[in-house]
C-alpha cells in the first residue's frame, strides 16, 4: 500500500483491519467478511465458532461491527488444557483458605469466559491427527491442534495462528533461516496431516506480517523495517506460482527500499471472491478502495457457504446489538421477493421514526441497519418488519 507505516503497531492495525490508512476503523477484515457472512451471529450465536484465534489476544483481526466474530485463546497449551479438559484453568488445585477460594472463583469465571467451550472439546475429542509433527516449533504445536479441530469437524472458517521473531536487527542469517525452516516443517506436516484423508483440498494456509525488511544490512549483520514482503499461499486448491513478480533490487523507492507490486487488499479480495465464494458485488462491504483481484486459486476451486435453503415464512430472526444506542441491526427470513418495511414503535404502538423501506428483498436471509436519531429516548421499543401482509415483531431495549 502507498506510503508504508514501519511502525509495529500502526503496522499490525493496517494488516489486522485490511484497511490502507493510519487510523484503522476498529474492525478486522475478516471480522466484516464473517459478518457479512453469518448476519445472524450476534442475534443467535451458533453452537461452534465461525473463528478461532491462538495467541495475539486482543487483536482486531475477527472484530466485527457488532462485536467479535471468534473466540480467542492466549496459547496453544490454553486451548488444549480446554480441548481436552473442558477447562483451561484448574480449580481444585489451589491454596487452602482465602486465598485459594478467591483463585478457585477468578479462575471459574476465566473458564467460562471461553466461549464455545463445549464444540471444541467435541470437536478435539472426534478428530485426531495422521502425521507426526515437528517438536521443539511453536508454530506446529498450534497447526497440529487446528488439524485435529478441522479432521474433528468443529465448523470454523479460519483459524489464526502466529510465529514470532522476524523482527531480526542483528545476526539476522542464522535466526531468519531457523524461522524459515520452522515455517516449512510446520505447514508441511499440517498439509501433509490433512491430506491423508482429503481435508486437505477444503483447506489454504496464508501467512502475512505487519512489514519487510530494508535491502542493506545494518551495523549488527541484521536488518531494520522495511516495505515490501513476501506472503506466501499453500493449498490445493492455489493455481501456484509467484504473483506480482520477483523483487526488483535495481528499482528502489528514495529511501532505498523495494516497491511493492501488490496491494495486500487485493490478496485479501481474492480470499473472499475465489475462496469463500463472496459475491465480488459485495466486496466493497468488508474491503474499501475497490482493489482488484488475483488469479490466486484454480478456477474450478472454491468453498463457499452453501445457499441456504429458501425459508417457508417470514421471520425476524433477531436484532443487535441489543440494548442498541444510536442504530441496530435486523436480521429476517423473506420468502419471496418484494420490499420490507421496517419500523420502530415505543410502547403505545407510536411511530418514533420514520418508517424505513428495504427493497431488492429476494427469497433468502437478509440484514438491514437502522438508525434511531437523536429524538429517541432510553427505554423499551418495538421493532416491526412486514413483507406484503406478513408481519414480524420483537423488543428493542435503547439505552444512551
Known sequence: YENPALSHFVSTDIWMSGQAEAEPSGTG??????????????????????????????????????GSMGVTFPS???????????????????????????????????????????????????????????????????????????????????????????????????????????????????????????HSEHVVAMTFSEFGRRIRANGSAGTDHGTAAPLFMMGE????????????????????????????????????????????????DVIQGGVPTLPLFAGSVSTGVAESAQPDAFELVGLYPNPAQSTFTVVFDAPGSGPVLVRVLDMLGREVITPRPFGGVRPGRHRTEVTLGDRVASGRYVVEIRQGHSRATTLLTVAR
Do not use: C
Open 29 to 66: 477484515w475478516l471480522g466484516r467478511y464473517l459478518e457479512h457472512a453469518h448476519p445472524e451471529y450476534h442475534a443467535t450465536p451458533p453452537d461452534s465458532p465461525v473463528a478461532l484465534q491462538v495467541g495475539a489476544s486482543g487483536s482486531m483481526l475477527f472484530q466485527g461491527n457488532a
Open 76 to 198: 496453544t497449551s490454553a486451548l488444549t488444557r480446554l480441548a481436552q479438559g473442558g477447562a483451561v484453568y484448574d480449580t481444585e488445585d489451589v491454596p487452602d483458605g482465602i486465598l485459594g477460594q478467591e483463585l478457585a472463583f477468578v479462575r471459574n469465571i476465566s473458564n467460562h469466559s471461553f466461549g464455545h467451550a463445549e464444540s471444541i472439546k467435541d470437536a478435539y475429542d472426534t478428530g485426531r491427527n495422521t502425521r507426526s509433527y515437528p517438536g521443539g516449533n511453536s508454530l506446529s504445536d498450534s497447526l497440529r491442534t487446528v488439524a485435529r479441530l478441522i479432521r474433528g469437524g468443529l465448523g470454523a472458517r479460519v483459524y489464526h495462528v502466529s510465529l514470532g521473531g522476524f523482527d531480526t536487527h542483528a545476526n539476522q542469517l542464522g535466526t531468519h533461516a531457523t524461522l524459515l525452516r520452522r515455517l516449512g516443517d510446520a505447514t508441511a506436516a499440517f498439509m501433509a496431516d490433512l491430506a491423508a484423508d482429503g
Open 237 to 284: 486448491g492455489l493455481a501456484g506460482g509467484v504473483i506480482g513478480g520477483q523483487p526488483d533490487l535495481a528499482n528502489l523507492d528514495a529511501n532505498g527500499n523495494l516497491v511493492a507490486a501488490v496491494d495486500f487488499r487485493s490478496v485479501y479480495a481474492s480470499v473472499f471472491t475465489s475462496w469463500f465464494g463472496m459475491d465480488p458485488a459485495d466486496l466493497g
